[in-house]
């Protein structure tokens, strides 16, 4: 977002290089530092992101000399970093990596890492600022950010920060959000907490602020006098792959809506903000959660619908059944697919409905947002069969190409009128270039900037789970009888077709591939209609 001084009142650098800093990398053996953190790092440093005085502290159970991390690190870097790696600039990054061994429950692990922490601010100039990335299972969440706190690493003095990144999933339900912010709170002040949900670092999402609020023309129709409903889908190709140990506790509900889903949902229907400040941003997110419509338990059984991928085929490969991945359990009711439809009660949304899905092993990997607006009144063609026309859609596309389409109706060249629905696409690629990205450039840069506008505060958690909480206590007290209930390589269950056919409405799906569309939004002239007489 903005570059701005940072509301902790210690400021970054405006200008583009960050401020110097340690960053502690929590969890540094593990999954996400090799694939996500450290190439993004990597990405930062080639584009001239980081000053020159930035350290990376890696702290994990491995017993890594630092000569072993450091060369760990480079062959890792090796292998994830998607566009290579410029040996030259890595080369001047190795020597500022650090690693401290021990287990994250043991208080001289603590003790180490700030003798250490005291080594780097000498060696590298990092100034006493120090980023804590908790990239670790989320059980340890609680328990490093007390040690943090008891060992005195949090502690702010002067115009030194401490921040503290925090992984998802925060909490599990709406009790162990509360108490894990309880927790947190007990050490940290809130503008040091950086509650980071990944989806949030992708252009495209923080683009749909700028199209609505730096365009004049979007947002008088951005409202239930125009719109007719919107879609959010979150579908994606790959099954649990080797994470079924942590689906089998999470499932596809506490995985992708809290967090993911609401977050898109909130910056569609939000209100302008007074500025771009993070708190004001927030503000106005955190009305729109509190604006949903609590679901009873009727209403859960009736408009949110739960999915398990049966054994199916995608890309022509035959895949497995999730009870046949690795980690699951034979019998599991782990749902991999959930839609529902939720409401916003405001001025601007009622009677708006808000559909949201989101599953492992769907058809395609493809996450976007559907304005679907309503139909013109058709007082010109009111004797034919116009009422069969698709209706003018903005669909924002965010994987796997950013970009986004407008989709209205076009006369067909002829004698007759025929109409058809054409496309106006943008792709952020073919204006911008592509930059390497791993998604966790921008929020890592901001966090170091002091900027938490992209990242959730505390009481924006506990409101995605206040929506959630219900639909997850009538799904535990009535386990699914129908699983499996959707073939992998399908867009789920029959039941979520239906929550939106019995309105009148369908899903966006992208056209079956006749060999795959490398655009699944493009519906380009989308064949039209039945001729329309002249009026
Ligand atoms: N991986 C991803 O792509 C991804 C994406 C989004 C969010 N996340 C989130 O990021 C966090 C980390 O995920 P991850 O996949 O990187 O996990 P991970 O691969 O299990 O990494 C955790 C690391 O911490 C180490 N560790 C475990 N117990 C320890 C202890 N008591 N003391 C010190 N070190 C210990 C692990 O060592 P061992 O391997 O020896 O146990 C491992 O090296 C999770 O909260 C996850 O939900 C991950």
């Not at 060992?151 to 503290?164: F, H, I, M, S, T």
């Not at 407008?406 to 006369?411: D, Q």
């Not at 990242?455 to 997850?472: H, K, N, S």
Request: proline content about 8%; hydrophobic content about 40%; glycine content about 8%.
């Amino acid at each position: 977002m903005e570059l701005h001084d940072s509301p902790d009142g210690h400021p970054g650098a405006p200008g583009g290089v960050t401020s110097p800093c340690a960053m502690v990398m929590f969890g540094a053996g593990g999954d996400l530092t090799k694939r996500k953190l450290m190439p993004a790092i990597y990405n930062l440093a080639q584009t001239h992101m980081l000053p020159l005085q930035f350290a990376i502290v890696g702290v994990s159970i491995e017993p890594y000399s630092e000569d072993e991390f450091r060369d760990r690190m480079t062959s890792d870097i090796r292998e994830y970093s998607v566009d290579g790696v410029d040996m030259s600039v890595w080369n001047q990054f190795v020597n500022r990596l650090y690693y401290v061994s021990g287990d994250f429950q043991d208080p001289a692990l603590y003790k180490k890492l700030g003798e250490t922490l005291a080594r780097v601010e000498k060696e590298q100039g990092t100034s006493g600022n120090i980023l804590f990335y908790l990239a670790t299972s989320p059980v340890f969440f609680p328990i490093v950010v007390k040690q943090l706190g008891a060992a005195g690493l949090a502690r702010q003095e002067g115009r030194k920060w401490k921040r503290v990144v925090i992984e998802k999933p925060f909490g599990h339900d709406l009790a162990s959000a509360v108490e894990l912010n309880r927790a947190v709170g007990e050490v940290l002040e809130e503008k040091q907490v950086y509650r980071i949900d990944h989806y949030l670092g992708k252009e495209t999402v923080q683009n749909i602020l700028a199209f609505r609020f730096a365009n004049g023309i979007f947002e008088p129709i951005w409202n239930r006098r125009y719109v007719d409903h919107v879609q959010v889908t979150v579908a994606e190709e790959l099954g649990v792959e080797l994470r079924g140990g942590y689906y089998e506790t999470a499932g596809a509900l506490r995985d992708m809506v809290p967090n993911h889903i609401l977050q898109l949902i909130t910056l569609c229907a939000m209100e302008p903000p007074i500025s771009f400040e993070a708190d004001s941003v927030h503000d106005e997110q955190i009305k729109i959660l509190r604006a949903i419509q609590p679901m009873s338990p009727e209403r859960v059984l009736d408009q949110a619908v739960r999915g398990q991928y049966a054994e199916g085929l995608i890309g022509g490969a035959h895949v497995p059944a999730y009870r046949s991945e690795p980690h699951v359990a034979p019998d599991s009711q782990t749902p991999t697919f959930v839609a529902a439809a939720l409401h916003i009660d405001n001025w601007r949304w009622a009677d708006v409905p808000f559909y949201l899905r989101t599953g492992k092993r769907m058809a395609e990997r493809l996450t976007q947002i559907v304005i679907r607006f309503r139909r013109p009144p058709f007082v010109l063609f009111r004797k034919t069969l116009v009422e069969k026309l698709p209706p003018n859609e903005l669909v924002i596309n965010i994987q796997p190409k950013e970009g986004i389409s407008l989709r209205f109706e076009a006369k067909i060249p002829g004698p007759i009128v025929r109409l058809g629905a054409v496309n106006m696409d943008f792709q952020y690629s073919d204006y911008f270039g592509t930059t390497p990205s791993t998604g966790y450039e921008t929020l890592l840069y901001d966090c170091m900037m002091g900027d938490p506008t992209l990242f959730q505060r505390a009481d924006m958690v506990e409101a995605g789970w206040t929506v959630v909480q219900p639909i997850l206590d009538v799904w535990k007290a009535l386990p699914p009888r129908d699983f499996p209930n959707y073939a992998a390589g399908t867009w789920g269950p029959s039941q979520a077709d239906e929550l939106l056919r019995r309105e009148g409405r369908e899903w966006r799906n992208p056209e079956p591939a006749q060999g795959r569309r490398s655009d699944p939004s493009a519906v380009r002239s989308a064949p039209s209609a039945a001729p329309v007489r002249k009026p």
